[in-house]
T-cell receptor, first 111, second 113 residues
Framework: DAGVIQSPRHEVTEMGQEVTLRCKPISGHNSLFWYRQTMMRGLELLIYFNNNVPIDDSGMPEDRFSAKMPNASFSTLKIQPSEPRDSAVYFC?????????FGPGTRLTVL | GENVEQHPSTLSVQEGDSAVIKCTYSDSASNYFPWYKQELGKRPQLIIDIRSNVGEKKDQRIAVTLNKTAKHFSLHITETQPEDSAVYFCAARADSGYSTLTFGKGTMLLVSP
């Protein structure tokens, strides 16, 4: 298994632009998580899907952030419009039971 | 909701020494406590976990202890090696409904040769 796949690995964009991050979970996993990691705030859960349904989006910072999971093998996290304070590493993780398997992350820089 | 505090934020040891990282949690319903290791520029990876029906668990040089009464758990690494240098995260979760992991802020461990 290739593990959790994320794209792009790096994204540099200008303030105001739309950013879309993509994630392919491990086949067979029924839970998917989007995290944001910064030095100041650590690892923050943004949203959690179970069986493609959003269960907890209380960590989504504001309306500029949205996430979808149209099927069991794909999820997107969109930021529109992006702001410099959105700069961070965004991780997607999937799980079937206890252990969460993280993807390699997307390093987002908003200028 | 759950709140997880982790200490220290940084820890420097000499190779061969032991390292201890401590976490406290607030939700008495939490019963699953994993530890993740994140090397520089890499993804977090699970290294050991413990459930509330167990007080201690060991895996070679690493061990985790849990005190449910005091709501704290610790990671112990013995005979540290330079490759143990990384950021370590503790987390807590209740096994009820759709509860999720709450992570501590992380401990940067530096093992000097």
């Amino acid at each position: 298994d290739a593990g959790v796949i994320q794209s792009p690995r790096h994204e540099v964009t200008e303030m105001g632009q739309e950013v879309t991050l993509r994630c392919k979970p491990i086949s067979g996993h029924n839970s998917l998580f989007w995290y944001r990691q910064t030095m100041m705030r650590g690892l923050e859960l943004l949203i959690y899907f179970n069986n493609n349904v959003p269960i907890d989006d209380s960590g989504m910072p504001e309306d500029r952030f949205s996430a979808k999971m149209p099927n069991a093998s794909f999820s997107t996290l969109k930021i529109q419009p992006s702001e410099p304070r959105d700069s961070a590493v965004y991780f997607c993780a999937s799980s079937l039971s206890n252990e969460q398997f993280f993807g390699p992350g997307t390093r987002l820089t908003v200028l | 909701g759950e709140n997880v505090e982790q200490h220290p934020s940084t820890l420097s040891v000499q190779e061969g020494d032991s390292a201890v990282i401590k976490c406290t949690y607030s939700d008495s319903a939490s019963n699953y406590f994993p530890w993740y290791k994140q090397e520089l520029g890499k993804r977090p990876q699970l290294i050991i976990d413990i459930r509330s029906n167990v007080g201690e668990k060991k895996d070679q040089r690493i061990a985790v202890t849990l005190n449910k009464t005091a709501k704290h758990f610790s990671l112990h690494i013995t005979e540290t090696q330079p490759e143990d240098s990384a950021v370590y995260f503790c987390a807590a979760r209740a096994d009820s409904g759709y509860s999720t992991l709450t992570f501590g802020k992380g401990t940067m461990l530096l093992v000097s040769p």
